[in-house]
């Protein structure tokens, strides 16, 4: 029987591990994180996500969706090592949590279903991974599914992510009578009661002898073809021992020429044990990542070694807003912080001091009095830091590369139920752009509406829950206004408009005769040719203001216009009852009615959509985007990826997040940017309402 709980301990960073949790979304990805705190003794009860009682998933949004949403950290002890955990999310709605947790993390174990293999979530947390260079393993969960085939899920895994798997565990039974695996290092069985929760070691069951020795061959032979030591030993011996193996596949998860893997059942709790002791073996310590890199003072590149004798050197990857305190989430990778220091913010050159160290439970905290390289902590005291923020000694600055941000695809329009509210909310936003940087608010000039974004629906659906139930402030939602604009297609010239005006005392008076016509150019330009002073200067730049006022609203739908040149091409004067006010109704009244008479044009604006997919969704996508008006204008092909260019109006683009995602099973992304304005075909103009 094995056991394996242990305090914490005073460790340099060799002892240390920074992994992350990742996978799609209900691959069992917390409750793996619930059973490796239960098998540490972190804590003594097991929590279940379906009772919303695990622990990092604390959060009532969390609890009553039955998914997570915010990366969690937590600590425990395994082996005389500390492991620093993150359980990230799985729904590709919060796909920038899993980035920032990705910059700071040394290795993670990536969960797959049984069932299912490689979802699409999975791959796509697979390929931040690639970018940010971060080993490791995977854990074939749920073994005790219905149609759970270890076999199946490794072969996906090869195909759909083009890596090598090295599966060093055999299941023992199939389905509901999953027991245990058997050890293809050590040549053992690993069998879990259920009346127990922890495993019997024993001889490798008789009826998988054959089929195990099978399995260690061929894993033999495939660490041989990667490996140059273990092909040595291998041509030499025809064999290869625990030893070279443990080594072998330790660099290979290093270089990421190699994938190990181990299967096992969260929920049941078996297999958590050698998936920790799997940790140890094969995923990076601080000390086994290369020196960090960043820009000193002087723009110069610098490295600091993750050795507590460096300058501090940390980066802050989370803020959040707690009940204690803002707590700002640090990776420290150079140095020691300890409790009171001041530290720099190294691009602002603002110092700060550090109230409280905090070692991380998920919603609980153990407070410590210093933190060393290596280190994943929380701090109090911070006010002015950000994700992506550096922060280190004052004497010795290096500002290190923030995560990338995604660029939010979904927006909606938000405010107040009340307008005392309005200031509420105001800040409520504010603070939720801070603690999540992929969401982005702004306020739009023309309508004045403020316009939340984010990564898709339940992102945004997310958010504004938390605004009502965090900061209580009841808000409305409702579909962003397009910035519909009103052009002229044919003008007309020589329109006369005279103002007069007499009411008592000083009258006013003023005579215009105008030209319009259209331009090319979304733009409005104003001359005047008259001649003889018949118009002086300043009543014509009276005029062109008038202008400018006419142009808030065109005669189709209220909307403003553009693309237009009018000239003032004659006029008159009165002695005393002409004035710039005067002419500068003139003007305004002069255009608007110009507008009536011209024959004008609805325009939208357009965005220019770049979609990327698997190749296999290209017709459904290429479908969709005929759909909403788009026109292609590009498309290319690329290891089984599609790109596609199209134009599309904005108004269609409300809700293709989630489309999209629909179908291509949640592996299509795309990006937008502002591509001009072009004419609205008359079987739409003629359903949008007026302004």
Request: aromatic share 4%; with cysteine.
């Amino acid at each position: 029987m094995r056991a394996n709980r242990q305090p914490f301990i005073t460790t340099s960073p060799t002892a240390v591990r920074n992994l992350g949790i990742l996978a799609h979304v209900d691959a069992g990805k917390t409750t793996i994180t619930e059973r490796i705190l239960f098998a540490t003794g972190a804590i003594h009860k097991r929590g279940e996500v379906h009772h919303g009682t695990t622990v990092t998933d604390f959060d009532a949004q969390e609890r009553d969706r039955g998914i997570t949403i915010f990366a969690a950290a937590v600590s425990c002890a395994w082996g005389g090592h500390r492991v620093n955990l993150i359980d990230t999310p799985g729904h590709v709605d919060f796909s920038d949590e899993v980035e920032r947790s990705l910059r700071v993390l040394d290795g993670a174990v990536t969960v797959f279903d049984a069932v299912a293999g490689v979802e699409p979530q999975s791959e796509t947390v697979w390929r931040q991974a690639d970018r940010h260079g971060v080993p490791r393993i995977a854990f074939v969960n749920k073994l005790d599914r219905a149609g759970a085939d270890l076999d199946t899920a490794v072969a996906s895994i090869r195909a759909r992510l083009g890596v090598v798997p090295l599966v060093v565990q055999l299941p023992i039974g199939a389905e509901d009578s999953f027991s245990g695996v058997v050890d293809l290092l050590r040549m053992r069985s690993l069998n879990w009661r259920p009346d127990a929760d922890t495993y019997l070691e024993g001889p490798v069951p008789e009826a998988l002898r054959e089929e195990a020795a099978r399995r260690r061959r061929l894993l033999e032979e495939t660490v041989a073809e990667l490996h140059a030591d273990a092909l040595e030993e291998f041509c030499s011996a025809s064999a290869l021992t625990e030893r070279t193996l443990v080594r072998s596949l330790r660099e290979l998860t290093l270089r990421g020429d190699g994938v190990v893997v181990l299967c096992g059942s969260a929920y049941r709790n078996r297999g958590i044990e050698p998936l920790l002791d799997a940790v140890l073996a094969y995923l990076p310590s601080p000390a086994d990542m290369p020196a960090v890199r960043g820009l000193a003072a002087d723009g110069a590149e610098q490295e600091r070694a993750p050795d507590p004798a460096e300058p501090f050197t940390a980066l802050a990857f989370k803020v959040t807003a707690t009940a204690t305190g803002r707590l700002t989430y640090l990776r420290v990778y150079a140095g020691t912080l300890r409790k009171g220091a001041t530290v720099l913010d190294a691009a602002t050159g603002r110092t700060e001091r550090v109230g409280r160290i905090l070692r991380v439970q998920a919603d609980r905290h153990e407070e410590r009095e210093e933190a060393v390289a290596g280190d994943i902590v929380a701090v109090i005291g911070l006010k002015a830091a950000r994700a992506g923020t550096t922060l280190c000694a004052p004497g010795a600055p290096l500002v290190l590369e923030p995560p990338s941000v995604a660029e939010p695809v979904v927006s909606v329009a938000v405010e107040a139920r009340r307008s005392i509210d309005t200031g509420r909310l105001s800040a409520a936003l504010a603070r939720l752009a801070e603690e999540d940087p992929s969401l982005v608010v702004r306020s739009d000039p023309e309508s004045g509406q403020t316009v939340l974004s984010g990564m898709g629906e339940l992102h945004l659906e997310v958010a504004v829950e938390k605004i009502r139930s965090g900061h209580g402030v009841e808000v409305v939602v409702g579909r962003p206004q397009v910035s519909y604009r009103e052009t002229v297609v044919r003008g007309v010239r020589g329109l006369v408009h005279r103002h007069v005006k007499q009411d008592g005392g000083a009258g006013q008076f003023a005579h215009v005769v105008l030209d319009v016509e259209p331009l090319e150019e979304p733009c409005f330009e104003f001359r005047s040719t008259v001649v003889g002073g018949r118009v002086p200067q300043e009543y014509a730049r009276a005029v062109e203001a008038g202008c400018r006022d006419a142009l808030a609203e065109g005669p189709l739908g209220g909307f403003p216009v553009t693309g237009l040149r009018v000239t003032l091409t004659d006029g008159a004067t009165h002695s005393k009852d002409s004035s710039e006010m005067a002419f500068r109704a003139a003007g305004r009244f002069g255009l608007r009615e110009a507008l009536r008479l011209s024959t004008m044009e609805l325009l939208e604006p357009l965005v220019e959509v770049t979609v990327t997919v698997p190749e296999d969704g290209v017709g459904g996508v290429l479908g969709d985007l005929a759909a909403r008006r788009g026109r292609v204008s590009g498309s290319t092909a690329e290891a089984g990826t599609a790109v596609i260019t199209a134009a599309v109006p904005l108004a269609e683009l409300f809700g293709y997040a989630s489309r999209l995602r629909g179908r291509t099973q949640g592996r299509g992304t795309f990006t937008t940017r502002a591509a001009g304005l072009a004419p609205v075909p008359a079987s739409v103009a003629g359903a949008l309402p007026a302004r």
